[in-house]
């Protein structure tokens, strides 16, 4: 591998650079974490959007910021995780984001009592008895 700061040429053995004496074992890790990311499944992606969209469906708010952005994370990761089959992945990053979408559901509620709901479900009783 090729030393990111002197650009010498180095065994995959290595674990300092022949070149500036630098370790590789960080750059070995970075090499590895970015290969992880080029390799992210095209489907990772629909799941990060579904958890993603979270913050902007609820127009913002911290509480919903953390679910959606620790979704689309936690569907990236998982996804990314190559040592897993892909179907548990799959199934991993189903249940992160359905969790995600009841957490928002049971915040909205406990954030919204009840009166509002009946307040809704009458209003809409009222417009489906009219049309
Ligand atoms: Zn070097």
């Known amino acids: 591998m090729k030393c990111p700061y002197c650009f ?3 065994c995959e053995s290595d674990a300092v650079c022949g070149g500036c004496r630098r370790p590789l074992a960080p750059v070995r890790r970075a090499a590895a974490k970015a290969a992880a990311v080029a390799q992210t499944p ?3 992606y629909l799941f ?3 958890c993603g969209i979270i913050p902007v469906v609820t127009l913002g708010g911290l509480l919903p910021a953390i679910l959606g952005f620790g979704g689309a994370g936690a569907c990236l990761t998982v996804a990314r995780a190559s040592s ?3 179907a ?3 199934l991993a990053c189903v249940g992160i984001t359905a969790l995600c979408w009841v957490l928002l559901a049971v915040l909205v509620t406990a954030l919204f009592p ?3 709901w009946q307040n809704l479900s009458s ?3 009222r417009l489906l008895a009219s049309a």
Do not use: D, I
Request: aromatic share 10%; hydrophobic share 50%.
């Open 8 to 10: 010498a040429l180095n």
């Open 42 to 44: 095209q489907w990772a």
């Open 48 to 50: 990060s959007v579904l």
């Open 84 to 86: 897993v089959p892909t």
């Open 88 to 90: 548990v992945r799959l």
């Open 114 to 116: 009840t009166p509002y």
């Open 123 to 125: 209003a809409l009783r």
